[in-house]
């Protein structure tokens, strides 16, 4: 399961992809080598990309430049299996999306610190169960 996910991070739209346990996350990006942020509104693209997962009967959600998805507790080899065809389609369907809207622009330096600052500072404020 693990190589299969990091194995995600071959596709154009996904900047890294890692998994932790039974939780997983898929990074977006413009640009692989920079791993840079969207140009577009913030959440514009992980909404695009949610409304593919929901299109596709998966569950996943949004957080800033990544999609979570907490696997399920129970997993045959052929859910497995369903689920990646299904994740492969979403990012295939929301990459197509995002180069027709011409959002695979990245965002300028200054609005990626902009980005960051706001992500800190969410992580702040967090309860501190996270």
Request: some cysteine; aromatic content about 6%; charged content about 30%.
């Amino acid at each position: 399961m693990k190589e299969k996910w990091e194995a995600l991070a071959d596709h154009p739209l996904v900047g890294e992809a890692k998994i932790v346990g039974m939780m997983a996350a898929i990074a977006r990006t413009p640009d692989k080598a920079s791993r840079a942020q969207f140009a577009s509104k913030p959440g514009t693209v992980g909404y695009i990309c949610r409304d593919r997962c929901f299109a596709n009967n998966l569950i996943m959600r949004h957080v800033g430049n990544r999609m979570i998805i907490s696997l399920p507790l129970v997993l045959t080899p052929a859910d497995i299996d369903e689920m990646f065809v299904r994740i492969y389609k979403l990012l295939d369907e929301a990459h197509a999306e995002i180069i027709a809207q011409r959002l695979r622009k990245v965002a300028a330096s200054a609005d990626r610190k902009r980005h960051q600052g706001t992500l800190r500072a969410a992580r702040k404020s967090r309860p501190s169960f996270y």
